[in-house]
Nanobody, 121 residues
Framework: QVSLEESGGGSVQAGGSLRLSCVMSPTYNKYFMAWFRQTPGKEREGVALMNADGTTRYADPVKGRFIISEDYSKYTLYLDMNNLQPEDTGMYYC????????????????WGHGTQVTVSL
């Protein structure tokens, strides 16, 4: 059983920054971890992925603006979001998977409840 809890969402103006955190229940295993986001009426989309070996991938819309990182000693995954734009608005979810995973939400078996990010002009 894996539990994930996100925090750090909020409302910012365009150009601002936020740091999202995702605390994972303690585990000896190394998981694939990712951030996804979703807005009403749209499918959940991958934002950033951290592979079990520490390598990262980003969705094109966030490349150069978002950074995914982790502090494994704290079982915490982060998403630093810079130069936020209104199109970044959405519910952001943390996800984990023990086996191989990509930025397809269907690959992930463990999810947090999400944290809302709202970006205004």
């Amino acid at each position: 059983q894996v539990s994930l809890e996100e925090s750090g969402g909020g409302s910012v103006q365009a150009g601002g920054s936020l740091r999202l955190s995702c605390v994972m229940s303690p585990t000896y295993n190394k998981y694939f971890m990712a951030w996804f986001r979703q807005t009403p009426g749209k499918e959940r989309e991958g934002v950033a992925l951290m592979n079990a070996d520490g390598t990262t991938r980003y969705a094109d819309p966030v490349k150069g603006r978002f950074i995914i990182s982790e502090d494994y000693s704290k079982y915490t995954l982060y998403l630093d979001m810079n130069n936020l734009q209104p199109e970044d608005t959405g519910m952001y979810y943390c996800a984990a998977e023990l086996n191989r995973a990509s930025m397809n939400p269907d690959d992930f078996g463990w999810w947090g409840h999400g944290t809302q990010v709202t970006v205004s002009l």
